[in-house]
């Protein structure tokens, strides 16, 4: 009878304690820092200064070997009139290489004509673009009949990257300062800070001027200006 009483009493001081320290956490949770987030955004222009293009040359013959000749041919005639124009070895890359038949067929759905088509294309980086226009225009005239995907390039974005990234910070501290100040509030301490990047480089089509080709060539081409964007997220604690 004893040793039950003694068990009931502990239980009871059991409970009491942990109700004690529940009570407590209760409390503690309640207490909510209240927070304030933003999201700022930085740009920044740059003047291209390389560009990537995909030259080919696609020829097609009723035989394979005739095919290929004619586009081998006309491929070391591009190929020299880059080297004329100062493009270095190492800034030629074949990107694509294909050989196929082609069929032609009459209004009964049988083969009237087969031949053969060959592509060859090299992806050319070009970091002279005052002379881009001339050069489209003396590898059009030495064999090339496919030209695609130029894309306009800055070589070193560093320096314009941390500027973007410096601008999307004081934008966001700026608006919070801003909300804050409309709310009658103070801003604390900053407890998170992140930025990345949103887009870029990407063409700026409403950009503030830009380079362009000679104006001298047959081929106007106009490299315009590249815009990066950049975005910071950073939240403040808010104090009275």
Excluded: W
């Amino acid at each position: 009878m004893k040793n039950k009483i003694l068990i009931a009493i502990f239980s009871m001081i059991l409970v009491v304690s942990l109700a004690a320290c529940a009570g407590g956490n209760t409390a503690n949770d309640q207490k909510i820092q209240p927070q304030i987030s933003v999201t700022g955004s930085g740009q920044v222009y740059l003047t291209p200064d390389v560009a990537y293009i995909n030259i080919g040359v696609k020829s097609q013959a009723d035989k394979v070997a005739d095919a290929l000749k004619k586009n081998n041919d006309q491929a070391a005639g591009v190929a020299s009139a880059l080297k004329d124009l100062g493009i270095d070895a190492k800034d030629i890359q074949t990107s694509a290489f294909n050989v196929y038949p082609q069929q032609e067929f009459g209004p009964n759905g049988e083969v009237t004509k087969t031949y053969y088509v060959v592509e060859n294309t090299v992806y050319v980086t070009v970091r002279n673009l005052q002379g881009l226009g001339q050069m489209l225009d003396a590898v059009v005239q030495n064999g090339a009949n496919t030209i695609n995907s130029i894309q306009f390039d800055v070589l070193d974005k560093s320096k314009a990257m941390s500027e973007a990234r410096k601008l999307a910070v004081q934008d966001a501290h700026n608006q919070a300062q801003e909300l804050a100040d409309a709310a009658g509030v103070k801003l604390g301490s900053l407890t998170s800070l992140s930025v990345f990047i949103s887009s870029g480089p990407t063409p700026a089509f409403q950009g503030k001027g830009g380079a362009s080709a000679d104006s001298t060539s047959q081929v106007p081409v106009s490299a315009g200006q590249l815009i990066i964007t950049m975005d910071a997220n950073l939240i403040y604690v808010i104090t009275q």
